[in-house]
């Protein structure tokens, strides 16, 4: 594409990300600072739009980014902004750990974070193979109700209540605690097989006729602690967007970030290690064509992670993709410290 033809995408694309109307010719002008006619730049956008990178919602409107558009304005005219000191002062502040729990600490970060860009902060976290549970922790809440505390090398820490329909006392959860903590033993998640989990069952039975369904529980816990976590913070920011006044837009957005597992292959499907960006039918799932995704992925010895930002497709890609990397980056630092401790 010939250097004008460039200088003017650019102007309507940002223009529109700018004001949400269609781009007319004369604000072109005014922001691109070209020294050619209005009737060269209504040929320039008479182009674009042949070309399939722009469009014309009315006939008697200014021009609108097509995803070719967006797609080409991303790869080859956006530079990235430094991120303003001011800015990076508030997302550093926005990590400030307020807890030892690494879920606990991840949800309140993606809450200040959704709430400083505006746009739907969406984070996934996995534990490595190597994370492990250092600590299993019995609480009888009740006469037929335990609740059972994993705590993992990591920091997570993981609940699950359960509820048995025979006599136990101080004594018999005591043994209980006993054989669960030996058996996992600060062994890794990767060494725990269902052989090991039978073999547990076996133990319990011999302990208490009535204790080898907590073995099934154990299991469950572990697994559950092993699946990559999702976060998601900020859904009703999007509904200050006018992309999204349609209900069934909203209904059908809010209804995905309900699923877990989709999520979870959405932001593992995005290329590249680091930062990538999705634009509408890019994104895998369900129709995604007024939205834009920005993913940055991190990794750490306790495992990889992704965090990322959903927002509309007219969204600000420079701006945001600073602001994705430098708090993917805080968080990759607080993993690291945790980490070395």
């Excluded at 674009?48 to 080409?72: F, N, W």
């Excluded at 990076?88 to 307020?98: E, G, H, S, T």
């Excluded at 990767?190 to 133990?203: N, S, W």
Aim: aromatic fraction near 8%; proline fraction near 3%.
């Amino acid at each position: 594409m010939k250097d004008r033809l460039n200088v003017i995408l650019k102007a309507a694309v940002e223009a529109y990300v700018d004001t949400g109307d269609p781009v007319s010719s004369k604000l072109i002008l005014e922001r691109a600072n070209l020294n050619v006619s209005s009737a060269t730049v209504r040929n320039d956008l008479a182009e674009l739009e042949r070309e399939a990178y722009l469009e014309q919602p009315h006939t008697s409107a200014g021009r609108v980014p097509t995803e070719k558009g967006y797609r080409y304005y991303v790869d080859q005219l956006l530079q990235a902004p430094i991120l303003p000191a001011e800015r990076a002062a508030v997302i550093q502040q926005a990590v400030a750990d307020p807890s030892g729990n690494v879920d606990e600490f991840l949800k309140h970060a993606l809450s200040r974070f959704s709430e400083i860009t505006g746009y739907t902060a969406v984070a996934v976290m996995a534990h490595s193979d190597e994370d492990r549970i250092i600590k299993v922790e019995l609480i009888k809440t009740a006469e037929n109700c335990l609740n059972l505390v994993a705590i993992t090398h990591s920091g997570t820490v993981k609940n699950s209540v359960c509820r048995f329909y025979f006599l136990v006392d101080d004594e018999d959860i005591r043994d209980l605690s006993q054989v669960l903590n030996d058996f996992l033993g600060d062994v890794s998640f990767a060494r725990l097989t269902d052989e090991d989990f039978k073999v547990l069952e076996q133990r319990l039975s011999r302990l208490h006729q009535n204790w080898e369904f907590m073995a099934g529980i154990i299991k469950n816990m572990v697994d559950s602690i092993r699946n990559p976590k999702v976060f998601v913070s900020g859904e009703s920011n999007l509904l200050s967007h006018p992309e999204f006044y349609e209900v069934h837009k909203v209904q059908n957005l809010m209804r995905f970030l309900s699923r877990e597992e989709e999520i979870r292959a959405l932001l593992a499907a995005q290329s590249g290690n680091e930062l990538s960006i999705a634009i509408g039918s890019e994104i895998a799932g369900i129709n995604f064509s007024d939205m834009g995704l920005i993913v940055r992925k991190y990794d750490s010895k306790t495992g990889f992670g992704a965090i990322s930002l959903l927002g509309p497709k007219r969204m600000d890609y420079g701006a945001n993709a600073s602001q994705v990397e430098y708090f993917a980056k805080c968080i990759e630092q607080y993993l690291k410290d945790r980490e070395g401790s």
